[in-house]
């Protein structure tokens, strides 16, 4: 266990040092803001789960990074909309883990708002060792350990489900929490190029922190449009609905590993 431990820390520096490469020029002019200016969706929102492509141990014919760009437009409310990259590290990561990224870019002087989680499959049991990164206006605003889960559905079910138990979170002041937080993600394939899916997390006091759910079309190529519901934390297991309309772009990079 100490030496999954110790591989999950030296991937989580390895994927940090290529996330900032690829993001860098977009960040440059949000690097001065503090974490007192991080807007409400980002004070509340705790651990956000990948969608069902990064939780799966990529296949031998997958290659590399998988991409793809959504602007969020809300539908009511003086907001303005704003765009968010997906970044999924399946391929080319030491000590056979696979990861995922996100980060959202917020008009004005509010900012930007990601999280970098990174996960070691343990066999075939569904297990991983997981540890997720948050990034709220600056690289490192805290970091979670803990294990995630699959859970075995029948294929013919057309349904994902992950589950994730992180009982340590280290804050950037120093700090430390040791009560569990807790996240989920669960999609369905509806048919007629339509997935319905949602995911959502407890934080260590019981609070509500942060989901999502969403119904997207995608009917052949890249682009697929979404009505996504935003779960704000509004107290205790209570959230507050906000929807947006989502546009999304998905790009595929390939590139071929090195022979050993």
């Not at 977009?26 to 991080?38: F, G, M, R, V």
């Not at 980060?103 to 540890?131: I, Q, V, W």
């Not at 970091?143 to 075995?152: A, E, I, K």
């Amino acid at each position: 266990m100490k030496q999954e431990l110790l591989a999950l820390g030296l991937g989580l520096a390895t994927a940090a040092s290529a996330q900032t490469t690829t993001l860098d020029t977009l960040i440059t002019t949000n690097t001065a803001l503090t974490a007192h200016n991080t807007p409400p969706i980002m004070q509340v929102t705790q651990g956000m789960p990948a969608p069902a492509d990064s939780q799966l141990v990529a296949n031998e014919e997958d290659s590399g990074l998988q991409d793809y760009i959504s602007f969020f437009r809300p539908m009511d409310g003086p907001q303005t909309g704003y765009f968010e990259t997906n970044i999924f590290l399946e391929k080319g990561l030491p000590f056979s883990m696979n990861g995922y990224t996100f980060m959202d870019f917020f008009r004005g002087n509010a900012g930007y708002y990601g999280e970098t989680t990174l996960e070691k499959p343990l066999g075939e049991s569904g297990l991983s060792l997981k540890t997720q990164t948050v990034h709220a206006n600056e690289f490192f605003t805290r970091q979670s350990f803990g294990l995630g889960y699959v859970v075995p559905l029948p294929e013919a079910a057309r349904t994902f489900l992950k589950v994730g138990v992180m009982p340590l979170t280290l804050n950037n002041d120093g700090s430390k929490t040791t009560q569990p937080l807790v996240d989920w993600y669960i999609s369905h394939e509806l048919g007629a190029g339509l997935t319905l899916s949602t995911f959502g997390d407890i934080e260590d006091n019981g609070q509500w922190g942060y989901g999502e759910a969403e119904l997207r079309g995608q009917w052949g190529g890249p682009v697929s449009v979404s009505i996504n519901a935003a779960l704000l934390n509004d107290g205790p297991r209570r959230p507050d609905i906000d929807v947006r309309v989502q546009l999304s772009y998905d790009i595929d990079f390939e590139f071929s590993q090195p022979d050993n």
